[in-house]
């Protein structure tokens, strides 16, 4: 069982930037691939970033490309999602999640475990 936590959330203006922490507990996160989905109100989740458990590919989605990067610290068990040049479209509930392969997805029912989220409001 993989317990996810995410932080780092907040208020922020337009084209600054964040960084999102989540922390794992209840067992290693090695091997596993991680991600991070949001979710805006009156939208659907979204997938936003992934890595890989095993080489620490990346992938990211369209939205976010070339702004946003995942990484990983295996030795703390935490995966981050460091966030520039933010916009008001960003604003949504940030979500971690972990699935228990190596190999990247983007679909959320490709995932097992799952974070509360953490909120990311971006004013203009």
């Known amino acids: 069982q993989v317990r996810l936590g995410e932080s780092g959330g907040g208020l922020v203006q337009a084209g600054n930037s964040l960084r999102l922490s989540c922390a794992a507990s209840?067992?290693?996160?090695?091997?596993?691939?991680m991600g991070w989905f949001r979710q805006a109100p009156g939208k659907a989740r979204e997938f936003v970033a992934g890595?890989?458990?095993?080489?620490?590919?990346?992938y990211y989605g369209d939205s976010v490309k070339g702004r946003f990067t995942i990484a990983r610290d295996n030795a703390k068990n935490t995966v981050y999602l460091q966030m520039n040049s933010l916009k008001p479209e960003d604003t949504a509930v940030y979500y971690c999640?972990?699935?228990?392969?190596?190999?990247?997805?983007?679909?959320?029912?490709?995932?097992?475990?799952w974070g509360q989220g953490t909120q990311v409001t971006v004013s203009s």
């Open positions: 890595i890989s458990g095993s080489d620490g590919t990346t």
């Open positions: 209840g067992r290693t996160i090695v091997g596993y691939a």
């Open positions: 999640a972990a699935r228990a392969l190596w190999t990247i997805r983007v679909g959320e029912n490709e995932y097992d475990y």
